[in-house]
């Protein structure tokens, strides 16, 4: 049983983590703290103090990222927790004399690609939901991050024991709302003819032009993003056909061209701002001037 953890990094992981130590801990009262709310010496007066009713007490305090050098309080809970109180501290990168003292310290990245879809299939799997290949690929492209996939999952689990058809598994995810799939790939292809149709049956179609001009940031992000990765030699984000897909968009343009079009979105971002545009002729815009031809 770990009595003094610390866990950093991706906000989910480490609060999943966290709740699989409170529960080894059965009952016991817990006390939640806010680094940056309290001081150090409050920390240690509740990790001191047992509990008059209880047998056991866990401090969980949030937000550590101010105590990453604190290494009085480091070796104070090294040295001095008391029988029945346990301490845990949870924060975005907490290496440092924190990480050192403790009984068990991870720091757990941000998944990305693999390492989301393994999540995905582990968190289907817990809410006793099937694992297919097509779903894990829905999910790891509708969820950037790990809690947005939980959330996603937690939409499935409200069907469990019931009956959804495929075809609307997409609604289900993208909150009853096609993607743009067709519209975005001819923005990322320089298809400027194709993506001008698209974009003109999706205003028709009533969807909302500031969505539509914060995905095509977002794609062009995501592009910059796969082509990062692979000359890192890491794993692209996305299902293996949307990595190779974007891959190939991104090489297409090239590095240098992939910036000038997040630099023109922030250009025409402030101009809409300013009132000198909107986001219907932002979209227009960009499309008619990136990329070069």
């Known amino acids: 049983m770990v009595r003094f953890g610390v866990y950093s990094g991706d906000p989910f992981l480490a609060e999943r983590w966290l709740g699989r130590r409170l529960a080894e801990l059965g009952p016991a009262v817990r006390v939640p703290l806010f680094a940056d709310e309290v001081p150090p ?81 582990e968190l289907l799997q817990e809410q006793g939901l099937p694992v297919h290949p097509f779903l894990l690929d829905l999910l790891v492209e509708a969820a950037d991050d790990a809690f947005h996939l939980y959330q996603e999952i937690q939409k499935f689990a409200l069907w469990k024991g019931g009956k959804l058809p495929r075809a609307r598994l997409g609604e289900l995810l993208f909150f009853s709302q096609p993607q743009p799939y067709a519209f975005l790939d001819a923005v990322g292809s320089g298809d400027r003819l194709q993506a001008l149709g698209l974009l003109a049956k999706l205003l028709r179609a009533r969807w909302d032009p500031q969505v539509l001009f914060h995905l095509v940031v977002n794609h062009v992000r995501q592009l910059l993003w796969t082509l990062s990765a692979v000359e890192s030699g890491e794993d692209p984000p996305g299902p293996e056909w949307l990595a190779k897909r974007r891959l190939g968009q991104a090489r297409l343009h090239g590095q240098a061209r992939l910036i000038q079009a997040l630099a023109l979105l922030q250009e025409l971002d402030l101009k809409i701002k300013l009132g000198e545009t909107d986001f219907p002729g932002a979209l227009h815009a960009f499309i008619l001037q990136w990329p070069p031809s």
């Open 41 to 121: 010496e409050r920390i240690l007066l509740e990790v001191g103090s047992a509990d008059l009713f209880a047998g056991r007490k866990a401090v969980v305090v949030r937000h550590a990222d101010v105590l990453r050098g604190e290494r009085a309080l480091a070796e104070a809970l090294r040295k001095d927790l008391p029988p029945g109180v346990a301490v845990f501290f949870l924060g975005e990168d907490l290496r440092g004399p924190l990480f050192q003292a403790a009984e068990e310290a991870q720091h757990f990245p941000r998944p990305t690609g693999k390492a989301l879809r393994e999540l995905a299939a």
